[in-house]
Each structure stands twice: as structure tokens, then as C-alpha cells.
């Protein structure tokens, strides 16, 4: 799958290419910021008309990461729509690929700060989810966490462009925003940098996924508390 194998809180993760998170002792497939139907949402709001088949693209990703890990529980980290409204436009197609996928699994949706959780669509609906020692929620909070919301991306100095990512450090992890038309803030923007301490490293999503250090000179300390709220 070309993913990167590493350990976050004593437990075994991978972080796929498409910036999904596999955890193989407990069969958990997690992502996060799928935004589905964000172009009916910014159509709505400013009349600007996007191609609308970014939902489309982001369900048939996840259909293949679910065919590659066939996992026991998937967890949706809040922003799975773009919001409410977006949620109800979704397509007949669209919905029954995600009854598809939610078939036989156990299947979790996080309260994002865009939805309260698309509730018209079976699975749990929560505040935040915890296994063993790793707490699911939407924007980072007390560590250990797994966490979304922020849409890092970083890159390789002098090899092109940055690409969404995942970031951590001994106690947090941050996924990348999984939806094709969503954008990012970069690994060492203020807003992401407090949140981490000094060493964080950055897995890049793409063909393959890859693991580089970010920059320590780009970074401030952790504060100890989750401020900022853009994306």
C-alpha cells in the first residue's frame, strides 16, 4: 500500500498514501475532513460553480481504502459534510456507495465544527471516540489524540509543491484533510505549530507515503492549549 508504519502512543499505526490512518490490532480505519458536497455548499453561498464530482472522487478513494483493509470500524473525524444543508443535497448514488461501505462495520461519526454530524445516515454519532489508549475526536484537544480539522500539509525543500500530511509528535496526531477539494494550512503555520512541541515530523501523503521532520526553527513551543480555528 506504500504506507508508512510508525508508533504513536505505544500503538502500531499506518499512515496510508490517500491520508487515511490504519490501525491493524484493532482493524480501525480513520479519516477525516471529507467535506462531502462542498461544491453545493459554495455554489449556495457565493454562486461560485465548482465541477461537482468532488464527492464522488473522495467516496471511490475511501471504497478503495476500505477494499485494502476491510476494517471492523471506520471513523469519519468530523467534517464529513461541508455542512447540513450539503449533507441533504448529497446524490442517490453517493449515498447508497456510503451504505455500501457502511455495511457490516461498525461506523463512527465525529462532530465536526462544519456539521453536528450527518444524522440522516446510519453509524454512531459522537462527540469524540476512545480505544485503549487514543481519543478520536475533531480539533486537538488534551493529548493523546488523533485529530483533524487543521488540513496540514508540508513538503520536501526543493521538490515541488507542499501535499496534505499527516503531522505528530509523542502525544498528537493530526490527520490530513481527506476531501479532493479541500485546502490546507502548512505544517509550520503559528495555528498548527503551537500545537505541537519541538520535534514534530510531517508524513506526506501521495504515491507513497513519506516521513520528514519539520523544520524546528519554523516552530513555536507548545502552548498547552488549542487556539485557532480557521479551517
Not at 454512531?124 to 483533524?148: K, M, N, Q, W
Not at 498548527?192 to 512541541?197: C, E, K, S, V, Y
Not at 504515491?207 to 519554523?218: D, L, Q
Amino acid at each position: 500500500m506504500n504506507a508508512y508504519d510508525f508508533t504513536f502512543c505505544n500503538q502500531r499505526l499506518s499512515a496510508l498514501p490517500s491520508g487515511a490512518l490504519w490501525w491493524p490490532a484493532r482493524r480501525l480505519l480513520c479519516v477525516s475532513d471529507l467535506h462531502l458536497c462542498k461544491s453545493d455548499r459554495v455554489a449556495r453561498r457565493s454562486g461560485q460553480m465548482l465541477p461537482p464530482y468532488e464527492t464522488a472522487e473522495t467516496l471511490a478513494r475511501l471504497s478503495a481504502d476500505v477494499a485494502r483493509t476491510d476494517p471492523a470500524t471506520v471513523v469519519c473525524l468530523g467534517d464529513s459534510f461541508d455542512d447540513l444543508n450539503a449533507a441533504l443535497s448529497i446524490s442517490d448514488k453517493d449515498a447508497e456507495t456510503i451504505a455500501t461501505l457502511q455495511a457490516g462495520r461498525d461506523w463512527i461519526w465525529i462532530v465536526g465544527n462544519h456539521d453536528p454530524g450527518p444524522v440522516e445516515f446510519a453509524g454512531s454519532h459522537l462527540g469524540e471516540y476512545s480505544a485503549l489508549v487514543l481519543t478520536f475526536r475533531h480539533i486537538a484537544g488534551a493529548g493523546p489524540d488523533i485529530s483533524g480539522h487543521y488540513h496540514p500539509k508540508h513538503g520536501i525543500p526543493g521538490a515541488g509543491a507542499a501535499r496534505p500530511c499527516f503531522m505528530f509528535d509523542e502525544s498528537r496526531l493530526i490527520l490530513p484533510a481527506y476531501g479532493a477539494y479541500t485546502g490546507g494550512l502548512h505544517a509550520t503555520d503559528p495555528v498548527i505549530a503551537r500545537l505541537f512541541g519541538p520535534k514534530p515530523c510531517a508524513i506526506l501523503t501521495g504515491r507513497k507515503a513519506i516521513c520528514v521532520p519539520v523544520r524546528p526553527s519554523g516552530l513555536r513551543a507548545r502552548s498547552g492549549r488549542s487556539r485557532g480555528n480557521r479551517p
